[in-house]
């Protein structure tokens, strides 16, 4: 059975175990989705399913995309994500709802993290900078001294610098279930989710169980 689903991130909140003890989570509304396709190894050479979420109005849509949900009479939908499954047990035009999960299952989060702009090597690789006596007066958060002599006399690509931090796809992996709300869409997870309040992300089945 697909254990996956699209959501998005509402943000941090707090609730309580058995024990009295206070559990940080992040409320996710995830669903309902739509499943929109099943893709199968002898038709296109893997096997997955592509869920839909978040209905809009149909002008925010090209004719390819409505098109392509209505083949399934389905109604227009923003995000299509895909899930890899080997048995989904699904078949196109289903619903599927935060049920799928059970309090103190294991899950993966998938995001995009909040971009930070153009950043220095300090914030963004938190290297030491450079000693802040013996006479420097602007090198403190420099990356020092990077390249060689004639030998290769380059910097190799992918040298940690200064540079473009966040805004990449981010998987949080491992987090635990605490909460199942199925009346109103809301899943809550343990620790912290990729990305900012109102990002889209993915949850999936966990990985390293």
């Known amino acids: 059975m697909l254990k996956g689903l699209i959501g998005k991130k509402i943000g941090m909140t707090q609730v309580f175990d058995e024990n009295g003890a206070a559990v940080p989570i992040t409320l996710i509304e995830a669903g309902p989705c739509f499943v929109t396709q099943v893709r199968l190894p002898e038709k296109d050479g893997y096997s997955a399913v592509q869920l839909g979420f978040q209905e809009v109005k149909q002008k925010r849509l090209t ?3 409505l098109g392509h949900l209505k083949r399934n009479n389905l109604p227009p939908l923003r995000f299509l994500r895909e899930f890899r499954s080997k048995n989904p047990e699904v078949k196109e ?3 599927m709802k935060v049920d799928v999960f059970e309090v103190n299952d294991r899950v993966d989060v998938v995001g995009v993290s909040k971009g930070r702009g153009f950043t220095g090597a300090m914030k963004r690789h938190g290297f030491g900078g450079g000693p802040a006596t013996h006479g420097q007066s602007d090198r403190q958060r420099a990356p020092g001294s990077q390249g060689s002599t004639t030998t290769p006399g380059r910097i190799f690509k992918g040298k940690r ?19 199942v709300d199925i009346e109103r869409n809301l899943i809550g997870v343990r620790g ?8 889209i992300v993915m949850i999936k089945e966990g990985r390293k169980q």
């Open 161 to 179: 610098g200064p540079g473009h931090m966040g805004n990449a796809r981010v998987t949080a992996q491992n987090l635990d279930v605490a909460l």
């Open 63 to 65: 004719g390819g995309q």
């Open 192 to 199: 912290a989710v990729p990305g900012p309040r109102g990002g």
């Open 93 to 95: 035009g289903d619903v």
